[in-house]
T-cell receptor, first 113, second 113 residues
Framework: KQEVTQIPAALSVPEGENLVLNCSFT??????LQWFRQDPGKGLTSLLL?????REQTSGRLNASLDKSSGRSTLYIAASQPGDSATYLC????????????FGKGTLLTVNP | DAGVIQSPRHEVTEMGQEVTLRCKPI?????LFWYRQTMMRGLELLIY????????DSGMPEDRFSAKMPNASFSTLKIQPSEPRDSAVYFC???????????FGSGTQLSVL
């Protein structure tokens, strides 16, 4: 059974700092990995999707990397802003014939002005 | 496109009552997912459909839960009878194909008293 862990559970940083959020998964047979952002009281917004054959994806100040063999992904946020404050979740799609998307419990990020 | 649309946004009901949650996926998307989110358990996949056909309902907690997708533009999740432990935020999400970028609705906050 795939398990997804995100560390730390919460992170507080000053504005302008670069930061890294971590995600690990137990079964490396994945199809892809997605990073989401969730604002309080809202649904999830997809940020980046990395296919299993890819090593990283970039969008603006965000960069996500994937090391499938070690079961790890990181989300790098450059020059953080207060508007980046949210919960960040990673989710893995397990490979094989039966689709399964498993979420981590997220990292609550607070960027202080 | 307006995105994934869920209704109602909030539902407060008494134990034993029937609850019906509604979802309209993004037009052209072939896969639809129902998730439940709680503080304790995080995001849990309840059921997903592909081309209107239920594929995996192993996440549905009990027979009190049922879901339908009568056509490509509409799905319902029904709880009958509801219990206080069903209180959670229920999300609907859709994607163009299985394993592709997932788009979430704003969720239904369900409170069963």
């Amino acid at each position: 059974k795939q398990e997804v862990t995100q560390i730390p559970a919460a992170l507080s940083v000053p504005e302008g700092e670069n930061l890294v959020l971590n995600c690990s998964f137990t079964d490396s047979a994945i199809y892809n990995l997605q990073w989401f952002r969730q604002d309080p009281g809202k649904g999830l917004t997809s940020l980046l999707l990395i296919q299993s054959s890819q090593r990283e994806q970039t969008s603006g100040r965000l960069n996500a990397s994937l090391d499938k063999s070690s079961g790890r992904s990181t989300l790098y946020i450059a020059a953080s802003q207060p508007g980046d404050s949210a919960t960040y979740l990673c989710a893995v799609v397990s490979g094989g014939s039966n689709y399964k998307l498993t979420f981590g419990k997220g990292t609550l990020l607070t960027v202080n002005p | 496109d307006a995105g994934v649309i869920q209704s109602p946004r909030h539902e407060v009901t008494e134990m034993g009552q029937e609850v019906t949650l509604r979802c309209k996926p993004i037009s052209g998307h072939n896969s639809l997912f129902w998730y439940r989110q709680t503080m304790m358990r995080g995001l849990e996949l309840l059921i997903y459909f592909n081309n209107n056909v239920p594929i995996d309902d192993s996440g549905m907690p009990e027979d009190r839960f049922s879901a339908k997708m009568p056509n490509a533009s509409f799905s319902t999740l029904k709880i009958q009878p509801s219990e206080p432990r069903d209180s959670a935020v229920y999300f609907c999400a859709s994607s163009f194909r299985l394993g592709e970028k997932l788009f979430f609705g704003s969720g239904t906050q369900l409170s069963v008293l």
